[in-house]
């Protein structure tokens, strides 16, 4: 009887456990400050982290999230991330920011996913037309415009985008539930990867004739943070 019941709790832990990983773990301290430096520090969450008596007020800072962005590229936005990387106080947090400028007429943050994290992003200038894409095998687009004040959630690992429909700058602020929530943007990482993938895989995967793919994978692939 006690080896079933030791079956069972370690099958009840072993299909919990991928929701306890599911986000950053939960830190263990009030803060970990991350620092490049690893002598006499600590390695958590793939950042070294220094001494807590040494942190200080510009651990926890940033400025510049007023300024507007420069959004003269091929896309039409810019995204001006705010985590563990600019703030090395939010190392173990679980919790980053980013300011994203839209041009008039198009401006687009064009389909990606965030592997790490859930963004929740608010409108504070323009309109917006965003959407997300579900999992197979729905594939369901589920999309809202949005106006200054509107708020929008875009779930963890799932394909999302915003287009700018209006005919002014657009600028929206949205935070992801990682310290550094990552970025994989659908049309770099498919027709600009590094190597490049062989053709005949995405002329099978999309359907398009090889001469179409090539010119694809021959393309300049801009890429927001």
């Known amino acids: 009887m006690k080896t079933a019941h030791f079956i069972l709790i370690f099958c009840l832990l072993a299909l919990a456990s991928p929701f306890a990983y599911a986000s950053d773990p939960s830190p263990l301290q009030d803060f970990c400050v991350a620092i490049n430096d690893p002598k006499d520090a600590v390695f958590v969450n793939g950042k070294f982290c220094k001494d807590p008596k040494l942190a200080k007020a510009q651990d926890f800072y940033y400025s510049g999230l007023d300024i507007p962005r420069n959004t003269s590229n091929p896309v039409g936005s810019t ?3 705010v985590n563990v990387a ?6 173990t947090l679980g919790i980053s920011l980013v300011r994203i400028d839209y041009a008039p007429n198009g401006g687009l943050n064009p389909p990606h996913t965030h592997p790490r994290a859930t ?4 409108v504070v200038e323009g309109t917006l037309y965003v959407g997300f894409v579900t999992s197979n095998t729905d594939n369901r687009l589920i999309t809202k415009v949005l106006y200054p004040g509107d708020v929008f959630v875009f779930p963890i690992g ?5 287009f700018n429909v209006g005919k002014t700058n657009a600028v929206a602020f949205a935070a992801l539930s990682s310290q550094n929530p990552g970025v ?8 600009g990867s590094n190597p490049p993938i062989n053709p005949d895989v995405l002329v099978k995967a999309f359907q398009l004739d090889k001469n179409v793919v090539k010119n694809l994978q021959s393309k300049f692939w801009w890429a927001n943070n």
């Not at 994989?184 to 027709?191: D, E, G, L, P, S």
């Open 119 to 122: 963004e929740i992003l608010v």
């Open 79 to 81: 995204v001006t991330p």
């Open 158 to 162: 799932l394909i999302h985008f915003q």
């Open 86 to 91: 600019q703030i090395p106080a939010l190392n």
């Open 184 to 191: 994989i943007t659908v049309a770099n990482a498919v027709f």
